[in-house]
């Protein structure tokens, strides 16, 4: 914090309806154990990732889970403004780990407990290791995430998701009542986010600039991004095309490999982290936005956040053909049929890119529908009524306030 943006807006919301907020996170680098930003209290504590296999994430969150717990034992008995006990507290997800911590305020004082389903922690685990959800016997982790799902949702005193998708999962999924899960969408703050000067320097003596922007994962198909462009340069001779990409994660490294592998060093430029000024910046002079998550049970019920701030910034979208994606997007996107083989996906991506960056009509008009679904009915000042709604409902603010 404050680099997740939705949190971040969750949070201004609050602190603006007279709520006061403290939020426990881990570190970034450089970052204070404790500082107040913009009147939030943040408490942060070291992180511990020690790698991508099954058993490391399992130490992960053990680890996690403790450091939250005695984080927010120091907010409760020794923070500032917030030295007392908690109205609510809200958990983000993944993982599905802080239900027994919400049971235990809820014992002590009465908190009530709000969870904001950002993540299908079943699904992301299959999208990366397996275990079909379908199959007659999912594999025991599967299960096990199945579980801490269930008991997050009905610990929760409301579950706040992010699309339709999700609010039925946590009604017909975990058996919550559709009167306590509301949809508050991630919606982009467009003020903020809107395309302003553009910088020539950013596509690097190149013609066109297509952006990423977010986590590199596994499930997020970065590498689509780079294998497209390897087709788009030696098989398409097409020179003219920059890519940057924005963010990490944990195939970071790999991407790198691969772009050098692929010999792709003066087309494909990775960012990593990169300060809002600079993101800006790219998302001013980007010609198109590239949303290359491939079609898996997480990502097709998924809201992109990358797709709307795309959007935000009036770039059009090249997007494989995921059912929440056309609810985000609808007319501002171009939209691939997965068709379960990698190799032909991926030169599709490619030629739809191509095909974009070549009409130029079409990029204008996509960009305006974009910018007008954004300011007109997926903004955050839209989404921010449904959250402060669920808090006045749970903990409404007395004349003292909370």
């Known amino acids: 914090m404050p680099f997740d943006r939705r949190v971040w807006l969750e949070c201004r919301a609050l602190t603006g309806a007279g709520y006061r907020v403290a ?27 020690p790698g991508g296999s099954k058993l490391s994430f399992v130490a992960e969150y053990a680890y996690s889970f403790a450091a939250t717990a005695w984080q ?41 407990f709000v969870f904001d389903h950002h993540d299908l922690s079943p699904e992301l685990f299959e999208s990366r290791f397996g275990g079909r959800s379908d199959s007659p016997r999912p594999s025991l982790p ?84 780079v294998r497209a462009a390897d087709v788009i340069v030696h098989d398409l001779v097409r020179e003219d095309i920059a890519f940057t990409l924005i963010g990490k994660g944990d195939c970071f490294d790999e991407l790198v490999a691969l772009r050098d592998e692929l010999k792709l060093e003066g087309h494909v430029e990775f960012t990593g982290r990169a300060p809002d000024e600079l993101v800006k910046k790219v998302m001013s002079t980007a010609d198109i936005g590239l949303s290359p998550d491939p079609m898996n049970p997480l990502n097709d019920v998924s809201t992109m956040n990358k797709t709307m701030e795309y959007m935000a ?12 994606t056309r609810v985000s997007a609808a007319d501002a996107a171009v939209y691939v049929k997965p068709t379960g083989d990698a190799a032909q996906d991926v030169r599709d991506y490619a030629q739809a890119i191509v095909d974009l960056v070549d009409d130029q009509a079409l990029r204008t008009r996509m960009g305006q529908l974009g910018r007008a679904r954004v300011e007109e009915e997926l903004a955050w000042p839209y989404q921010e009524k449904a959250y402060l709604g669920v808090y006045n409902r749970l903990a409404p603010i007395g004349p003292k306030g909370k």
């Open 313 to 324: 910034f009036q770039l059009p979208v090249v997007a494989f053909d995921l059912r929440e």
């Open 72 to 112: 927010a034992l120091k907010a409760r008995v020794r923070g500032g403004p917030l030295r007392g006990r908690f109205d609510v507290m809200q958990a983000c997800n993944p993982p599905d780990i802080f239900w027994p911590l919400a049971i235990a305020f809820k014992a002590l004082e009465r908190t009530r």
């Open 142 to 225: 599967y299960q096990g995430l199945r579980f801490l799902e269930r008991r997050t949702h009905r610990t929760a005193d409301h579950v706040i998701s992010t699309n339709e998708s999700y609010r039925q999962i946590a009604i017909e999924r975990s058996g919550k009542d559709p009167a306590d899960v509301t949809v508050v969408r991630t919606g982009p703050d467009p003020v903020k986010l809107r395309r302003g000067e553009p910088d020539e320097g950013q596509k690097r003596n190149h013609k066109y600039l297509a952006a990423y922007i977010g986590v590199m994962g596994p499930q997020d198909g970065v590498d689509v991004v």
């Open 23 to 49: 939020v426990v996170c881990p570190k970034g680098k450089g970052d204070p154990a404790y500082e107040v930003v913009d009147g939030v209290e943040l408490y942060k504590y070291q992180p511990y990732a």
